[in-house]
């Protein structure tokens, strides 16, 4: 990932993509990806230091954007989606990537972990795709 990507085809050109956990990982190669077929990409996460790095991967703020956010909160997601769209427009593209895999036996599994994997993995997709939907 630490070479700027260019655009491959432009079939994506004029289109902007959030990918959600796409500071690392599975996000950062689908943000790469989106990037070379010519979308400007926003990457969200919780890592601003990585999503940076990935934004300077991806040819730089003129084609990409890092902004902050956790998933699981109502007004980070607000703010996050307020932000991709005063920056690159309207949302064509949404990648729910951002995730997490904690885990124990059933009968080791409490209630906050329960709670914790439901709001990454459920609320999260949930609460960026009615962002993404206006």
């Not at 959600?20 to 601003?48: F, M």
């Not at 934004?55 to 703010?79: F, M, P, W, Y």
């Not at 972990?113 to 999260?124: E, V, Y």
Request: charged letters at 15%; glycine letters at 12%.
């Amino acid at each position: 990932m630490g070479a700027t990507v260019g655009a491959l085809s432009g079939a994506l050109s004029g289109r902007h993509a959030v990918v959600t956990g796409g500071g690392r990982g599975i996000g950062a190669a689908i943000a790469a990806a989106l990037a070379a077929e010519g979308a400007t990409v926003s990457v969200l996460g919780r890592d601003a230091a990585r999503l940076a790095a990935q934004v300077a991967a991806l040819g730089g703020d003129a084609r990409a954007q890092a902004v902050t956010l956790d998933v699981s909160d109502e007004a980070s997601v607000k703010s996050a989606f307020a932000a991709v769209r005063e920056r690159f427009g309207r949302v064509d593209i949404l990648v729910n990537n951002a995730g997490q895999a904690e885990s124990a036996p059933l009968a080791k599994t409490d209630l906050a972990l329960w709670q914790r994997m439901l709001a990454a993995n459920l609320t999260g997709t949930f609460l960026c795709t009615r962002e993404a939907l206006p």
